[in-house]
């Protein structure tokens, strides 16, 4: 009894062939991970920047009260720069700027303002 032996190695190449990722399947793959990756930067970012933010409504309000003390301790408002609270009896030496632009805020109406936020 003889063995068709073509049969055998035919039937052994198409098998070894099927055991790799067609290219199509490999940029399927890609696709979907470079989709995955792209949303979880958005979301990121998007943190990020509401971060900032916060952060600079957070300058402002310390800065609020910082005027606010200034005015009744002296009798008398800082300057539009606010470089009088740059004293270690209000924010001490360096004064704070915005997170997201790193503008310095500004006293405008008794407010203190963000240059990139506004009030």
Known sequence: MMLD???IQSS???GARRAAFSIL???VALT???LFAMTGLAFIQTHGETAKSRACEGHRSMLQRD???YEHETGRSPGRTLRELADE???GP???TCPTSGNAYALDGGDVTCPTHGK
Do not use: C, K, Q
């Open 5 to 7: 032996r073509s049969f």
């Open 12 to 14: 052994h190449r198409s």
């Open 25 to 27: 399947e490999i940029i």
């Open 32 to 34: 979907i991970a470079t």
């Open 67 to 69: 005027v606010e003390l």
């Open 89 to 91: 009896d209000y924010t």
């Open 94 to 96: 360096n004064m704070p």
